[in-house]
């Protein structure tokens, strides 16, 4: 609590100085971008988000053009402006290397809901069953979603499901796609990291990142506009492996001792080859207006697997005489389009659409072996294959409706929407997974396989209704009210309502609360999904778990039942501060409580499977100061932000020490984030300051061996310097992680003998300093 009630002070005193009245060379008669306007958390009218009676971030294109994020993703970006987003990069974790799983408020990845253009997106097609945050979980993949494609991000801060469907608990992601009717950008970055890495005593320069993007937009008949885009990235791998001894489990022979120690292990991140392309398009015809747009990427990324030592169980001396460690591969291909006709007819504006996501997961291995084949053992093996497929149906309708007792006129809003949901598996290569004629470990290194007899093929149709009500009862008085019902014909139904208000109190003071109810239903992968990874199980050791569906027979007879929706109760209230136009702080208090919420259940046998088992409490609040200054003779920016949040499981008795560690204590406590940007003629510079709150690991090695650590916050410094050569053209230097901080070393009993020395638990990652340049030209 010290830390926090620190940070605070820290934001309060920072905000202090950037608004105070004491350096006359500070003029205060510049103006903050106040006209932004967003289409989140309201039917209605579009409105400044300062006037929401919920909490709402938003980010602009010029925040994300200056705001570079060293791997060039969303996720990332994210991360480094948004305090209430968590986003770790996951290193050694089978299929959390390839999607990774963010979080909102601390709570799960599968508690966010994410739009484009106000219109539902599809998850991933993979559950992260080897990462330690958003561990079962089913989540977004923020990465498939090009940065050159976006406008603005909204970010909802508010449970919301009454308003938007399931998933919506923690808040809601609007990523708003560019529409500009002329002009376009072309950019390219270069960058790479340059570290002084401590556990192996080098100065190490890898992670090289490259990109290229272009977007162009045109007019299309009077009033209509067509804009598309591209976008490429190539990034190399990064490896902070310490040098470790070798594990006292392994075979003491001359082949394995010859290693101890040695640095065999790889930890960071892997090479990835990106590919984007959108379009967003609007053609009035006469009273009427189609509307459509797109997105398709395509992500090849590798992972990492731990080290084989060249004798064991687990290796393959005839193939790999001197060890090996597998790689992973991930085939990521991701599309989304949507097509709409709106238009006004009786008073009512309406809209009709459809929206089709489709996410594609190839899972295969290199450098690896199933040794139970011995000599004949392939090296590359195809995994198997997961696909999620999500058809959206809407039908929307918006009317003002006059009411003589109101300031303004009541909002009313009401539509239904169909979705159909299809998921299914497709087996590994034979080899995978099949046992060999030899005595030792079945199934590929790092995998194994799919097998043909666990493939998965399920569906289902969701049908909704809902009803939204806004008015601004008077001047100063505004109310909201939602309820939303939806069925799914493989559990069951839910119906969730939703109440808002908010009250001027003065012209520079308001007060807002929001209560409601939101759900989360189970999605088909966590029904259907099965499948074999490789994990720490109680000796230590790497063993073999399986993931089966709560149908399966030998999951019933470990107590597994069907799944329902997970229920959640939300409640928020807060204040707005707006003395003039040139500064703004908000400060929201929030209470989450989730009833029955989806983990994995270790039914002893190495042998899982997914129940609603857990109820948690997650509480916290958000402050923001924002405002601007004229500052020698240009233009000076400034933010200061803070989110902190705490998760409490209600019934810890069902969770071992691991799986409470990871809902309550491994997400990071806090987060502060001191930004700043200076524009004068031609040059620009921006600063932030970021500091990520502790976050502790537990294992349970069994015995009682549970060791734990916390890992003390840590700070990050990002700057860039930019230069506008020509009034079209952009160059700019920067760095990420100037100081070329690391999180804390991880103990003895927890950095797998000195091979992994760092944890993927802290959000600033095990990277190091990132140095880049980037350009820009717009025309």
């Known amino acids: 609590m010290t830390n926090i009630k620190t940070r605070i002070m820290i934001l309060g005193a920072a905000s202090a100085a950037a608004i105070g009245s004491g350096n006359a060379a500070l003029a205060q008669d510049a103006e903050a971008p106040t ?121 909802l801060r508010d449970g919301s499901g009454a308003q938007y469907g399931s998933d919506a608990i923690a808040g809601v992601v609007n990523i708003v796609l560019k529409d500009a009717a002329e002009g376009g950008t ?81 930890a960071g991140d892997g090479e990835t080859d990106d590919i984007y392309v959108y379009y967003n398009t609007s053609i009035p015809t006469g009273d009427l207006e189609f509307y459509s747009y797109g997105r398709y990427s395509n992500r090849d990324t590798e992972g990492t697997g731990f080290f084989r030592y060249p004798d064991g169980f687990t290796s393959l001396p005839s193939v790999y ?22 238009g006004t007819n009786f008073g009512s504006d309406w809209d009709i659409s459809a929206t089709i996501g489709k996410n594609d997961f190839e899972s295969s291995v290199k450098d690896s072996a199933n040794p139970s084949f011995g000599p004949t053992s392939p090296t590359t093996f195809n995994l198997g294959g997961f696909e999620f497929l999500q058809t959206t149906i809407n039908a929307d309708v918006v009317r003002d409706v006059d009411v003589a007792a109101f300031a303004g006129a009541l909002t009313l809003a009401y539509g239904a929407e169909v979705r159909f949901e299809d998921y299914k598996t497709t087996a590994g290569d034979p080899a995978s997974y099949e046992a060999g004629t030899f005595v030792a470990d079945v199934g590929a290194q790092a995998g194994p396989g799919l097998p043909a007899d666990s493939v998965a093929d399920l569906d289902r149709t969701v049908f909704s209704l809902y009803a939204d009500l806004e008015a601004d009862v008077t001047d100063r008085f505004m109310v909201g009210a939602a309820v939303r019902y939806e069925d799914y014909d493989d559990f069951g139904d839910a119906l969730t309502g939703k109440l808002s208000a908010r009250f001027q109190i003065s012209d520079a003071l308001a007060v807002r609360a929001a209560t409601g109810t939101s759900f989360r239903a189970p999605s088909l992968a966590q029904t259907g999904y099965e499948r074999s990874t490789t994990n720490f199980g109680d000796s230590g050791m790497l063993e073999l778990f399986r993931l089966l569906p709560v149908s399966n027979p030998v999951a019933i007879a470990n107590g597994a039942v069907q799944l329902k929706e997970e229920e959640s109760q939300n ?30 259940v270790n039914a002893g046998n190495n042998i899982q499977y997914f129940s ?5 409490e997650t509480t916290g609040f958000d402050i923001v100061f924002s405002g601007a200054l004229d500052l020698y003779g240009g233009v000076f920016d400034w933010s200061a932000s803070y989110n902190q949040s705490e998760t409490d499981v209600k019934n810890p008795a069902v969770l071992g020490v691991e799986d409470l560690n990871t809902i309550e204590t491994a997400p990071p406590e806090d987060k502060l984030i001191l930004s700043g940007s200076w524009t004068v003629d031609r040059w620009s510079s921006s600063l932030r300051l970021s500091q990520f709150g502790e976050a502790t690991r537990i294992f349970d090695f069994g015995g009682g061996f549970e060791p734990a650590q916390t890992y003390d916050s840590v700070w990050s410094v990002d ?61």
């Open 35 to 155: 006209e932004e306007v967003v289409v989140i958390g309201t039917r209605g009218d579009a409105r400044n988000p300062l006037e929401s009676a919920v909490p709402i971030d938003v980010i602009g294109a010029d925040e994300i053009a200056s705001a570079h994020s060293f791997g060039g993703e969303l996720g990332e970006l994210l991360q480094a402006l948004a305090p209430s987003f968590n986003f770790p990069r996951q290193s050694n974790s089978g299929l959390g290397d390839h999607v990774r799983s963010a979080q909102l408020r601390g709570m799960s990845p599968d508690h966010i809901l994410v739009l484009v253009n106000g219109k539902r997106q599809h998850t991933a097609s993979v559950v992260s069953l080897e990462s330690k945050i958003g561990l079962g979980t089913n989540p977004f993949d923020f990465n498939t979603i090009p940065l050159i494609a976006i406008k603005r991000i909204e970010i």
């Open 186 to 266: 072309l950019t390219a970055s270069y960058g790479g990291h340059r570290t002084d890495f401590d556990p192996v005593n080098q100065d190490i320069s890898d992670g090289q990142t490259f990109s290229v993007a272009a977007d162009y937009g045109f007019s299309v008949g009077n009033d209509g506009s067509f804009r598309f885009g591209g976008e490429y990235r190539s990034r190399n791998a990064t490896n902070r492996s310490g040098i470790g001894v070798l594990p006292f489990f392994e075979d003491q022979t001359p082949a394995n001792l010859a290693l101890d120690p040695a640095r065999v292990f790889a």
């Open 321 to 342: 005489p001197n060890g090996f460690r597998p790689i992973t591969l991930g085939d990521n291909t991701d599309l989304s389009f949507s097509a709409g006709l709106r």
């Open 571 to 600: 409640f928020s209230a807060g204040i707005v501060v707006t003395p003039d136009d040139s500064f703004s702080l908000t400060v929201d208090y929030f209470q989450i409580d989730v009833d029955d919420r989806i983990t994995l």
């Open 612 to 616: 609603n088992r857990v109820d948690t």
């Open 719 to 779: 700057a860039e310097l930019a230069t506008r050569i020509t009034d079209e053209w952009t160059l700019a230097v920067g760095a990420d992680n100037l100081l070329d901080e690391y999180p804390d070393l991880s103990s003895d009993d927890i950095n797998y003998f000195g091979h992994l020395p760092y944890d993927v638990l802290s959000p600033i990652g095990m990277n190091g300093r990132y140095l880049y340049v980037r350009t820009q030209y717009d025309f």
